[in-house]
Each structure stands twice: as C-alpha cells, then as structure tokens.
C-alpha cells in the first residue's frame, strides 16, 4: 500500500487511496487445517487529519420580529416626554392611578359582566388601524360602568347596541320607533365620542318645539357636557355660532337656515359630528333648510327620525344625500336604497325589541252586507258615480272623498232598516268575550256609529268615549272600566282615543271602521298592546267584502309593502301612509283631475272624529 | 398580552395597553413569529416559552411608548417574560383555588412567576387600586379580536 499524497494543507482535501489487493493462496480445506494457519496482517500508516471534516455549529440567534401598533387618542396623554423615554426603564416607575370613586350603580351591576355590547369597526373603516380603533374598544357595559359616567337609568340591551351602532358609524341615520329612546342614544352616542377624543364640536339641529326636551335630556344623560343654545337676536346668535369652548351646539332647523348662510365661508363654524333631530324636515332635497344643512362643514353627519320615509321611498334619497353616502343629484332605485339602509339605516320597532310583551294577533273578519246592506250600498255607488261622472272635470277629490264616507258609513250599518252584518260579527264575539270577563275596545271613525253600537250593545254594558264627552267626564268613564267587572265594552273613537292613554287590561280591540292611515290605527290598537300588558291581544277588522273597505285595504296594504321592502320587517309606524288623490280616485277607476297627485285627502288628523 | 397561532405561520402576539377603567391606550402586534426545525429540537419544552415569553413578549413590552405597570397574560408560558423584565407579569388563573403563588384581584385568580415571589406581594399591595367591577379577562379578548382581524387583513394582501 503506497501514500500518493504528501501532506496535506488545511484546505486541502485529503485524498488517499489504499491497496486492498491482499496474496491469496490456496489452502488445505477443512475446518482442523484452517485453524492452524497463522493469519497474515500487513500494516499501513496515513498522515492525521488537523481538523475534522465537518462540525455542525448552533448559535441561538434572536428572530427579528417586525411590530404593527397604534396609540389611541386616550393614550397620548400618557405617553412619555422625549426626555423621560430616554431614561426611564420598565415599569420602574410605577405611575399612581387613582381609585374610582364608588357609585351605586358600579357596585350593583355585577350583572354587567354577562352582558357585551361591543363596537363594531363599520364597513366603511377600510384602514387597520380604524378597525383596530372600534375593535379595541372595551364592551359599553363596561365602559359606561367603569368611568364615572353616572347613567341615571340602567339602558335597554337594544339601546346598547344603538349607541355602539352610532359611536362607529360616520354617516348613520337612527331611525327607531318613537319611544323606544333616540335621544338618549344619541346623547350616550356623543359622550362616548368624546371622551374617545374622535369629536370635538358637535351641532344638534332639531325643530323650535324640542329643543326643550333636548336640553332638558342632556341634563338628565350628560350633565358634564356643557350644551349651548343658539337663539336670541342675530349678534348674539353670531357670537355663538364662533364661540370657542363649548362642545355642543343646539339650534333649530330655521336658524340654522337663516344664520349660517349669512356667516362669511373663511368664517363658517367646522363641526365634527352634525345630528339632525326629526331628519324629515330634508326630504325635498331642493329644499333651502337640505341644502344648508348638506352645507354645514363637518365630518360625521347622524340624522334621527322615526318616519325616514313619509310618502315615498325616494325621500330617503335626500336623506342619504346628506349622508354623503350617494352622489349629488343621485337617484337609487328600491333595490340600491334597500341596500344603502341595510348599510346606513338602524331601525328597531317596538315589536322587534319590547320580546317580553305578549303577542299581538290581528285578525280580518272579512263580512258579506246584509241583503239590506247590499242593496243600499250598490244603489249608493252607482249613483254616486254617476254623479262624479256627471261632474266632469269640475270633479275634485273632496266630491271623491265624500262618496266613499257614504260607502264606509253603509257598511258599518244600513240607516233604513238599521241592519249591520258587523253588528251581528261583533254581538257574537262579545258573548264570548263577556262570558269569560275580558274587556274590548271598539273604535270607530264616526262619533255617530258608536252612539248607534251603544243602544244595541246594552248587554255588554258600554262605556263611550269620544270627542263628545265632556273632558272632566272621561277619566270617570276610563276608571269604570277598568274596575267595574260587568263593564265589557268601551267604544271610542280614533280621535279621543287612539293616543295617550294606558288601557292595557282590555285584550280584545275591535276596529269597527277603518282608518285611512293603518298608522293611526296601530296606535289605536297599542292603547292595549303596551307595556305592563300580561295578555295577548286579539285585534278584529271588520272589512265588508267586495266594498270601498276591501279596496282601501288593498291599496294601503301595498303601500305598507312598499316601504317594508325598504325598511324591513316589523315595521308599523309610519304615520303619513295615507291615501293620496290619485289613490283615492282609483278606488272607483277614475283619474285624478288634479296634477297633484301627491296631495292627501282625508281628515288631517284622527282629531276631526 | 396574548398571543395567537396562526396555522402554518407561527405565532402573533400582541399588548393592548388599557387605563385601570379598560379604555384602550396603545396596541402593538407582531408579525408571525416561526421557529424552524433546528429551534423547535434545541428548546424541546422551552421553545414555546422562549418564544411566547422572551421573543415576542420583551418585543411588544420594548416596543409600546406608554409602559403598564403590570402585564396580564392567560397562558402560563407567556410567565416567562418576567425574566426578561422588571414589570410584574401575572397570568390569569383557570381555578378558584388560591395558593401560596396567587392572588385574587377583582374577582379572579391570578398566579405569578415562580421565580419572582414579589410580585405577588407587589400586586397585593396595589389590589385596591383595581377597580371592583373590572373584567382583568375581557381587554385579553380585544386583543384576540384584534390579532385575528390583522392576520385576516395581512393575509388578504
């Protein structure tokens, strides 16, 4: 064997080669011979290797990490100064945090752990860091609890997520049902913006009449935040408009208008947050108040009403215009302003959020007349319509109008024979309703037709309420039936007795007429579907087939679709769905005369009954 | 503190930095954070420690301009950080039981490094200071929410 290399650098490769060739010879076989050989070794020597051939080599190494972060206005003034942040070290220095004073409300809301409302980021927050902004944002049971922000009343679960809806949202309309507490969101809403430092300025524009009521709110919700005023003459006005200091700003609509286009543009008050209160005062878009309220220079823009639509879903046009959430001039059709609500819209109906009240179960007793009923009321229409046809064009919708009193009236009852197939509908239900001691309320349109009810009904001993009551005489009346067992019936009349009054014991309400607008007929029926009742409440329309009432029914049913479609379920407060002339001329095939086809008819307001 | 897996990633951690009433002062996240094969055989049962405690924790803790003066975690490996800092480091308990390592502070137990016995005296001391009604577990799932929207939001790039 032979060394073919001389010796080796340190890196060089060490390459050596070895004979293995050995001398073979034959041998004895068999076991015994092989064992008595002497074994034949032949030795070689190779240089050694001055380092090994591979050693492997671990250091722990830091793995560089890269951060994402954000400081929240709240934070900024606990950041260090530039010269501190150079020598202190962690947590060295422990900063005093006071302790929070104790409150009644903070010791008795250990309930509020279970219950998390959290700010959503909305969909417009396209950045991170927005995102993390309403994500990081603690729950606002917590929140309202943990600070000393007294709450004087403890809110609805739904108001909760109405004030998280709004603290997010740029561009929102809060369009609740009345009474459910727009005012107290709202309020709740623009505290929690500005202890967030995301707002600075607010101006709340609402009508002459609730600035009041807003004052008074803001006292009882956010006593700590100064709220000025804007009234007086012009220079105070003015001086009030530019003055520094104070957060929030209240004004009415015609102030607003009249003042803030008068202010030079370099001098024009910026706000952060502009609150429209009842935003309807802006659905005609080409109206002076919508256009400087779309004027007014700020960031936010929240409008609140409970009717966002009156007459027609293009009003909301005009709201989302403001809004700054559609184009200038834009016209969205049902299915885009659907979808702009679904986005932009918050609206919640007392039946959606009141889950503990007892349902409400509506049902149509749809009647055939009377042969006397029938007779009368075919002879009445088609006179009657001959008489508009006679009218030409000197036809208005008042002749309209009172055809289809005459109509209604003969369906409540024939005034010959005094025959009334509602009559016998209601005799019969209101055996049953006596027999187990419930109670029913009756409205009617006409003041007339319950007098009428009341002298065929004396079994169910009635009690009348309406306009013709003397006003000292009606709570007496309230109170007898409420207490006086064999009291079975109160007939009232849409008028008097559709607002304002608790009479939830009654389980049974009866709607012997119609009403023009289904609104006012809702709250007619909400006298005893309201709070504080135990029972289901059982509603009964009468609705004469193949008469005016079952095409009024119709028309005003597709108009409920309508805005539903727009709107959302659940929704039965809108209180200006009533008929206009071409509505109404429809119902007898005829065209209006009028270019106004938006005009209403009908009574203004339930008063007139 | 709390820190997420992102499946095939690593992890992400993340501190929100809260007034002693939950308002959010400061957050900061990382990027995923992977070990590779070599780390993950070296530190054996250490590595999620190392990892949690000193590698991405001692990062957010340097990183945030407003320092806490204490850091909760829920996850025991995330203790580990307190050996890479002065600022005391309890982590959330999931018993009632209290022992001598633990303390309870509005409400919850909460145990602290075994290495560092007075923290707890430390946080007793400052216990009322902590307002009754605080939820010391709630702000860990804003952070949570907040690490999983920035993963989704990195990721969609």
Request: glycine content about 6%; charged content about 25%; proline content about 7%.
């Amino acid at each position: 064997m032979t060394n073919e290399s001389a010796a080796p650098g340190p890196d060089d490769v060490v390459c050596a080669s070895a004979d293995l060739s050995l001398d073979v010879s034959t041998a004895s076989t068999g076991f015994n011979p092989a064992l008595q050989r002497v074994p034949q070794i032949e030795t070689t020597s190779a240089p050694l290797q001055l380092r090994p051939d591979f050693v492997p080599s671990w250091k722990p190494r830091r793995i560089a990490i890269k951060c994402i972060g954000l400081t929240l206005p709240e934070g900024e003034e606990f950041l260090p100064s530039e010269e501190a942040r150079e020598t202190s070290s962690d947590g060295t220095n422990l900063r005093r945090i006071e302790r929070k004073k104790q409150t009644a409300k903070s010791e008795a809301t250990d309930s509020s752990k279970q219950k998390q409302t959290r700010v959503k980021p909305p969909p417009g927050a396209v950045s991170l860091q927005d995102r993390l902004f309403y994500l990081l944002q603690p729950p606002l049971e917590t929140w309202l609890a943990g600070q000393e922000l007294i709450m004087p009343f403890e809110p609805f679960p739904y108001q909760y997520e109405g004030i998280a809806w709004l603290f997010a949202r740029h561009s929102g309309l809060l369009a609740d049902e009345m009474g459910l507490g727009k005012t107290m969101q709202t309020i709740t809403g623009i505290r929690l913006l500005l202890r967030a430092a995301q707002v600075r300025k607010i101006l709340l524009v609402c009508p002459k009449p609730l600035i009041p009521n807003w004052q008074r709110e803001f006292r009882l919700w956010a006593e700590e935040l100064p709220i000025a005023t804007i009234e007086g003459n012009s220079t105070r006005r003015r001086m009030l408009w530019t003055m520094p200091g104070v957060p929030i700003l209240i004004t009415n609509y015609e102030v607003m208008t009249r003042d803030l286009p008068e202010i030079p543009e370099e001098e024009r008050p910026q706000f952060d947050l502009l609150v429209l209160d009842e935003a309807q005062r802006i659905k005609n878009r080409d109206s002076r108040t919508a256009q400087v309220a779309r004027s007014v220079d700020r960031k936010r823009s929240w409008a609140l009403t409970g009717t966002p639509i009156e007459n027609r879903p293009e009003e909301l046009t005009s709201l989302f215009e403001f809004m700054d959430v559609v184009p200038k001039r834009a016209a969205p059709d049902l299915r885009q302003l659907s979808k702009l609500a679904d986005e932009h819209i918050l609206r919640r109906t007392k039946d959606l959020v009141m889950t503990d009240m007892p349902p409400r179960i509506d049902r149509d007793a749809e009647l055939e007349l009377t042969n006397a009923q029938e007779s009368a009321y075919r002879y009445a229409e088609k006179e009657g319509i001959v008489q508009l046809n006679d009218l030409g064009d000197a036809i208005t919708v008042q002749h309209v109008f009172e055809l289809v009193l005459r109509l209604k009236q003969i369906t409540n009852y024939d005034p010959l024979t005094g025959e009334s197939t509602k009559l016998e509908r209601l005799t019969a239900d209101m055996e049953e309703i006596a027999a187990s001691g419930g109670k029913a309320i009756l409205f009617s349109q006409w003041t007339k037709s319950l007098d009428w009810l009341d002298e065929r009904l004396q079994p169910f001993n009635p009690l009348i309420y309406h306009g013709g009551v003397p006003t000292k005489k009606r709570e007496p009346i309230l109170d007898k039936f409420k207490e006086d067992p064999n009291a079975h019936l109160l007939l009232m009349s849409y008028g008097t007795g559709a607002v304002g009054l608790n009479l939830q014991f009654a389980g049974y309400v009866f709607l012997f007429d119609r009403w023009w607008n289904p609104a006012v007929e809702d709250q007619a029926i909400n006298r005893a579907h309201r709070i504080g009742q135990k029972n289901p409440v059982i509603v009964t329309r009468f609705i004469c087939a193949k008469t005016i009432e079952e095409r009024i029914d119709r028309v005003l049913r597709e108009k409920r679709e309508l805005f539903e479609a727009v709107l959302g379920d659940g929704d039965n407060d809108n209180v200006s769905l009533s008929m206009n002339a071409d509505e109404i001329f429809g119902l007898f095939d005829l065209k209006a005369r009028s270019d106004d086809g938006s005009r209403s008819i009908g009574p203004a307001s339930p008063k007139a009954a | 503190m709390s820190a997420l897996e992102v499946d095939g990633r690593g992890h992400v951690g993340g501190l929100l930095v809260t007034s002693h009433t939950g308002r959010p002062l400061e957050f900061q996240c990382t990027t995923p954070v992977k070990p590779d094969r070599t780390q993950e055989i070296l530190y054996g049962r250490a590595l999620r420690p190392w990892l949690l405690g000193e590698l991405i924790g001692s990062t957010l803790l340097d990183r945030v301009s407003i320092k806490p003066d204490l850091v909760v975690v829920r996850d025991d490996e995330m203790l580990e950080l307190r050996n890479h800092t002065q600022t005391p480091v309890a982590c959330l308990s999931n018993t009632e039981e209290s022992t001598h390592n633990s303390r309870s502070i509005a409400g919850r137990q909460m145990h602290f490094h075994s290495g560092h016995s007075t923290d707890s005296e430390f946080i007793e001391s400052r216990a009322h200071l902590v307002p009754d009604q605080a939820d010391l577990e709630e702000p860990l799932e804003r952070v949570h929410e907040a690490l999983t929207e920035t993963v989704r939001t990195v990721l969609a790039r």
